[in-house]
T-cell receptor, first 117, second 114 residues
């Protein structure tokens, strides 16, 4: 089946540093990738949608200069949290989808837990 | 815009009992609906989806859901709960416009009592 990986699975960093999270589709080409964040005991909130080779579309309230998304290939998207602060601590989950259409399944990565000290 | 409401943030059932997780949606057009399961510190796994075919949808792990347009509901059921079913469950509706992104409900934590 379709597998999506994320790296790293956990990261702890100091306030003010930048952190890069990778999302890879291992056995399919992902035309669209999505980035979510999930606070403890809460639902997933979509941060942005990215298509290969084009700029990401950010949801309202998400700072595009703080959360940099690059979707350089059909199998890799990266999320960089710039100048991270404790309030950015969260569980970040990516998903990938092959093709278009609302019934197309999104395959989710295992998530990355970011802790900013 | 589509939206989803999950009634009950926490449901607790005994092992072997019926599982019923409630989901109501709001959509101006026929929706595409999904149920996902999330185990601790993991991503989401698709249980089942409704895409305007049969109204009773069967998924993995013995789960099924019935689409009821008159009630705008898509409740998830399983006849007999197993300890391994303990997890967080999310109902989602697909935005039919633009990127067809998923809109998630608040989630329901299912606890199974031995």
């Amino acid at each position: 089946g379709a597998v999506v990986s994320q790296h790293p699975s956990r990261v702890i960093c100091k306030s003010g540093t930048s952190v890069k999270i990778e999302c890879r589709s291992l056995d399919f080409q992902a035309t669209t990738m999505f980035w979510y964040r999930q606070f403890p005991k809460q639902s997933l909130m979509l941060m942005a949608t990215s298509n290969e080779g084009s700029k990401a579309t950010y949801e309202q309230g998400v700072e595009k200069d703080k959360f940099l998304i690059n979707h350089a290939s059909l199998t890799l998207s990266t999320l960089t949290v710039t100048s991270a602060h404790p309030e950015d601590s969260s569980f970040y989950i990516c998903s990938a989808r092959a093709g278009e259409g609302p019934a197309r399944e999104q395959f989710f990565g295992p998530g990355t837990r970011l802790t900013v000290l | 815009a589509q939206s989803v409401t999950q009634l009950g943030s926490h449901v607790s059932v005994s092992e072997g009992a019926l599982v019923l997780l409630r989901c109501n949606y709001s959509s101006s057009v026929p929706p595409y609906l999904f149920w996902y399961v999330q185990y601790p510190n993991q991503g989401l796994q698709l249980l089942l989806k409704y895409t305007s075919a049969a109204t009773l949808v069967k998924g993995i792990n013995g789960f099924e859901a019935e689409f009821k347009k008159s009630e705008t509901s898509f409740h998830l059921t399983k006849p007999s709960a197993h300890m391994s079913d303990a997890a967080e469950y999310f109902c989602a509706v697909s935005d039919l416009q633009g990127a067809q992104k998923l809109v998630f409900g608040q989630g329901t934590r299912l606890t199974i009592n031995p």
